[in-house]
């Protein structure tokens, strides 16, 4: 059987009465989203945010389409009314992952979209899709920034190399070389969209030239402003004493940081803490052999991936959310716990975390750089000395529900793209065409695409597949679920395939 086939391009007109809130009556009228995606096979922050820029820019009156890698797993009804899959490989260690691929007949369905504006919502080099449209169609290219390379590269080591310092040198040096490769790309587009203004500095000084906007993701009112009065903790997890993270099962989280801090400093100061952890991925299996061996199985609650309609229900059930991961571009489930109201605990990172919670106020910020052993005693004290202060918490919570909605407000956040656009435009308008250059330009993203994927279709076979969503867990679908469905009962699957909390004889 053939993999590498392209599917079907469909469009849904919006008409031409759409009306766009700023720049001219007729731009942007065609937004095309690249995301690594076009079915979401395990939950991921970027290709959420691509779903709700997808369904505001629809709403809005655009003509939004998805390009992405060809997914043969995806049912019809997980995929957006508008979309182009390119051919594509699979990424072997990350079953679900697959790598888009420039063919022929990719290129002239993309073509053919005759897109007004392209957004890469990825971390790939499927960003040269959108340098290539630039070149050939004169079409505004943007960026977003999602991954913080120093952070990630790790993930597809295996553990006999990941332990070693030799091999551990060899990519961090080939991560500068990737992150000068990366802003080559972002440079050769019309501007560059970064989640916190630590991030803007960041780029800046590795050499991007075009345009830098600081846009926060939104986060959804839709989903996180439903009521959830049942409560999805397990029985073991005495309210008052619950503390909460939800992310990736993977070493770039820092799952084993927290794990061994709240083994060995939490639970001997709070013998009642609990600390339940929503996500899966590669580490997952690692993480819970950890909390066996750190003797703290009985008291720690692995639930694996749920649904996105089900996390706000632990936000609101949770007593602490606790985050010692430093890779964060932006961290969306800090916003997610702050817009529910649940304060946090986290390692500043003077990236997306840094710019969301503010220390004192929203929750406690605690400085890494003081030494690994230094910042895990403080931050372990701003757990034990928060969970004890039951008012203190409350207050935090309020001020919590008031800044984090003044600052995802959808609205904003939609504003702030519609101002890159106009950028975008005027920058791209300010380069004169060169036909022979434009020639080349085009001919260079088409080899760097090919090249790159090619590179990390390869990295994948380091490590053995892994285990990314073992609930089987559905996450939302890009159009939003008829009218009269309920929004939950559209997403989450039947009881029966929860998985059982470590420890427990009980499921969530």
């Not at 922050?45 to 655009?62: I, K, M, N, V």
């Not at 890698?69 to 009804?77: I, K, T, W």
């Not at 916003?335 to 990172?349: I, K, T």
């Amino acid at each position: 059987m053939n993999q590498l086939n392209v599917t079907e391009t469909k469009v849904n007109s919006a008409g031409d009465s759409a009306v766009f809130p700023q720049g001219s009556a007729d731009f942007p009228r065609r937004i095309g989203i690249l995301n690594d995606y076009v079915r979401v096979p395990y939950a991921n922050g970027s290709s959420f945010a691509s779903q709700f820029l997808y369904r505001e820019f629809s709403a809005r009156g655009h003509e939004v389409t998805i390009i992405g890698a060809e997914d043969p797993d995806a049912a019809s009804n997980e995929l957006p009314d508008s979309y182009v899959c390119l051919k594509s490989l699979p990424l072997r260690n990350h079953p679900g992952v697959r790598i888009a691929l420039p063919t022929p007949r990719g290129l002239q369905e993309l073509a053919d979209q005759k897109l007004d504006i392209t957004l890469g919502q990825t971390c790939t080099e499927l960003l040269e899709a959108g340098i290539w449209l630039r070149a050939k169609q004169r079409v505004p290219a943007i960026a977003v920034n999602t991954v913080h390379l120093p952070s990630v590269y790790n993930v597809v080591l295996p553990d006999s190399l990941y332990q070693v310092k030799a091999v551990q040198g060899v990519f961090e040096k080939l991560v500068g070389q990737v992150e000068r490769h990366q802003a080559s790309v972002y440079n050769k587009g019309d501007g560059l969209i970064v989640l916190s203004e630590g991030l803007k500095h960041y780029w800046q000084d590795r050499g991007v030239k075009v345009p830098i906007h600081v846009i926060p993701r939104s986060v959804d009112p839709s989903i996180f402003d439903r009521g959830y009065e049942h409560d999805p903790f397990p029985a073991q997890a005495k309210r008052g004493n619950r503390l909460l993270v939800v992310c990736r099962m993977t070493r770039e989280k820092e799952v084993a940081r927290l794990l061994e801090l709240f083994a060995r400093l939490i639970v001997p100061a709070m013998p009642d803490a609990t600390l339940t952890l929503v996500g899966d991925g590669p580490d997952y299996d690692a993480f819970v052999q950890l909390a066996e061996k750190l003797d703290v199985a009985s008291r720690t609650f692995f639930l694996g991936e749920r649904p996105l309609q089900q996390i706000p229900g632990f936000y609101r059930h949770a007593d602490l959310f606790v985050y010692t991961s430093l890779s964060e571009t932006y961290g969306q489930v800090v916003s997610e716990a702050l817009w529910c109201g649940l304060p946090v605990v986290a390692l500043a990172d003077g990236m997306g975390v840094s710019q969301q919670v503010a220390d004192g106020e929203t929750g406690v910020l605690v400085d890494p750089n003081s030494g690994e052993r230094a910042a895990n005693w403080r931050f372990a004290k701003a757990v034990i000395t928060l969970l004890r202060d039951r008012n203190r918490r409350q207050q935090m919570s309020e001020r919590a529900r008031t800044v984090v909605r003044e600052r995802a407000a959808p609205e904003r956040c939609i504003d702030g793209y519609y101002e890159a656009f106009d950028v975008a435009r005027e920058h791209l308008a300010a380069t004169p065409p060169n036909k022979l250059t434009d020639m080349a330009r085009s001919a260079q993203a088409l080899a760097s695409w090919i090249t790159v994927h090619l590179e990390i279709a390869a990295l994948g076979l380091l490590r053995k597949p892994a285990t990314i969503n073992r609930n089987g867990t559905k996450q939302p679908v890009w159009e939003q679920p008829p009218e009269g469905t309920s929004l939950l009962e559209s997403v989450i699957p039947p009881r029966g395939g929860d998985s059982v909390a470590l420890g427990s004889t009980s499921s969530a």
